[in-house]
């Protein structure tokens, strides 16, 4: 079974520009989740999906921040237009069922440069 | 909001065991879960605690105390492999499941 996938691997692009990061979770897991780290900082939770729904997007730093998982299955999440401060790992994670046991599968992340 | 304090970093001698400890803040959580991740790598799970007490998988226990605010994560048998990131993470909470991380423990194994 595949694990969760994001693509790209690494982005670098100018302060201004727009970029979108697309993230495949394990088949058949309704919950996805956003998060990022940025350099010295822990792992920040950005939001939560249900299916296509947001369940919880307590986490998006500022309307600059677009996330949608239209048809439930993949998720993409653009940031327009990028900042410095924007600069970090973003992950995508995963898992089964919205149980408080359930583990999240995390993705191997997207390393986007701001410059 | 919640907040979590692990050390920055620890060494140990392989074959030996290490204890990384984590305490937190928080007004309400289902559990605390322990990540690892290798060179910036995904994070992998490997345990967690929703009730109080010690949990056994293999090589790793983790310990939770809702009382004292503190848990730990406990290596056995140290390998080179283990060394690596280790992030104690409370997840959710009045909810909400998001997972809210410390900033980690680096863990260096030696020969």
């Known amino acids: 079974e595949a694990g969760v996938t994001q693509f790209p691997s690494h982005s670098v692009i100018e302060k201004g520009q727009t970029v979108t990061l697309r993230c495949d979770p394990i088949?058949?897991?309704?919950?996805l989740y956003w998060y990022r780290r940025v350099m010295g900082k822990e792992i920040k939770f950005l939001l939560h999906?249900?299916?296509?729904?947001?369940?919880?997007e307590s986490g998006m730093p500022n309307n600059r921040f677009l996330a949608e998982r239209t048809g439930g299955t993949y998720s993409t999440l653009k940031v327009q237009p990028a900042e410095l401060e924007d600069s970090g790992v973003y992950f995508c994670?995963?898992?089964?069922?919205?149980?408080?046991?359930?583990?999240?599968?995390f993705g191997p992340g997207t390393r986007l440069t701001v410059l | 909001g919640q907040s979590l304090e692990q050390p920055s970093e620890v060494t140990a001698v392989e074959g030996a065991i290490v204890q990384i400890n984590c305490t937190y803040q928080?007004?309400?959580?289902?559990?605390l879960s322990w990540y690892q991740q290798h060179d910036g790598g995904a994070p992998t799970f490997l345990s967690y605690?929703?009730?109080?007490g010690l949990e056994e998988t293999g090589r790793f226990s983790s310990f939770l105390s809702r009382s004292d605010s503190y848990g730990y994560l406990l290596l056995q048998e140290l390998q080179m492999k283990d060394s690596a990131s280790y992030f104690c993470?409370?997840?959710?909470?009045?909810?909400?499941?998001?997972?809210?991380f410390g900033k980690g423990t680096k863990l260096s194994v030696i020969p």
């Open positions: 994670a995963s898992s089964q069922g919205t149980s408080r046991y359930n583990e999240q599968f």
């Open positions: 088949s058949g897991h309704d919950n």
């Open positions: 999906f249900v299916k296509e729904s947001k369940q919880d």
């Open positions: 928080t007004s309400g959580f289902y559990g």
């Open positions: 605690n929703a009730l109080d």
């Open positions: 993470a409370l997840q959710g909470g009045a909810g909400s499941y998001q997972l809210t």
